[in-house]
């Protein structure tokens, strides 16, 4: 007697369970297939140096957070200031990754929006986007000294998201 | 003859955008290619697979499956390399593996088990109702 009304019961409160914890769940935002691997090996050249090269192995050393950004990117204006207000105060260090940009467009975005960058990663046809694993702009990832990718972030970043995301993980990756 | 040309230019180059702008090897290299697209989903508009989609990102995508089919690579090495960077959300027909396990044959445990439990409600139902018939329900209503 009892199980027949535990039963069900029991069915009940899994499914809602189940359903509820689902609710709040952001659906578009997928899981990155790269947490907790190494960052994909590239090179490619500076965005603000023609023909100077950079690849994953001159960013190893130091955890940085790598933004993902372009100059047609409209939610990237809403993040810009909050990267460039922890990066001028020496929060962190920030790497761009310039995003299916003309050379030109993003040089004259930085000169109106502030340029954070330590370095930025120029990606014109979207190549080493893929290889990161971007689905579109912006995104940003934090990288650990070795080299691991230990979080993604693909809405704009709040300076909550700094706080409590993003600055606890690049500290944990300095070692 | 100046705006001539330069209208027939016009024309021309309008044609030109209309043309489905990969450059296939042969016909059997472009059905691999339209299989392929109609399996993999587009992973920002995640609804539609990649040969519908029109994100940039999935212009981006079957550029980069079409680059890697004139490389030579199998179809099963272009979606390792795309399941390795996007993760098996990318799979229309994820993997019979793991947790997968679970999605594939989860419809037809609740099919198997909601058959067992109505089945062994309905028996009990009919035993019931044979050794206990109803009483007819107007029988002490006096009218």
């Known amino acids: ?175 | 003859m100046r705006a001539l040309l330069f209208g027939l230019s016009l024309v021309f180059a309008s044609a030109v955008w209309a043309i489905d702008p990969l450059p296939f090897a042969d016909a059997d290299q472009e059905a691999r290619f339209r299989v392929l697209v109609a399996e993999l989903r587009c992973v920002q508009c995640q609804n539609q697979n990649l040969a519908d989609s029109d994100a940039l990102i999935a212009k981006d995508l079957r550029k980069e499956i079409f680059d890697q089919m004139q490389a030579g690579q199998s179809d099963d090495e272009i979606v390792a390399f795309l399941v390795e960077r996007y993760g098996e959300f990318v799979l229309y027909r994820p993997p019979f593996s793991g947790m997968n396990v679970l999605l594939w044959i989860g419809p037809l445990l609740i099919v198997v088990f909601g058959g067992i439990g109505i089945a062994a409600h309905l028996r009990r139902r009919a035993r019931t109702s044979v050794t206990a018939p109803r009483a007819p329900l107007n029988e002490d209503i006096d009218w």
């Open chain 1, 1 to 175: 007697m009892i199980a027949r009304l535990f039963f069900p019961l029991a069915l009940f409160v899994g499914l809602a369970v189940l359903l509820w914890s689902g609710l709040g769940k952001d659906p578009t935002i997928l899981p990155s297939a790269l947490l907790d691997k190494p960052v994909p090996e590239f090179v490619t050249t500076k965005l603000r140096e023609p023909g100077v090269d950079i690849g994953s192995a001159d960013l190893l050393g130091e955890p940085y957070l790598l933004n993902v950004f372009a100059s047609w990117c409209a939610s990237c204006r809403i993040e810009h200031p909050v990267l460039d207000a922890y990066a001028s105060r020496g929060e962190l260090k920030l790497i761009g990754l310039n995003y299916r940009d003309q050379r030109a467009d993003a040089l004259a975005w930085l000169d109106r929006f502030g340029d954070p960058y330590a370095e930025i990663l120029w990606d014109p046809d979207g190549r080493l986007g893929i290889d990161f694993g971007v689905t579109g702009t912006p995104e940003s990832f934090v990288v650990d000294a070795l080299g691991i990718i230990r979080y993604k972030h693909v809405v704009p970043l709040s300076p909550d998201d700094m706080e409590n995301e993003v600055l606890p993980r690049l500290k944990q990756g300095a070692f």
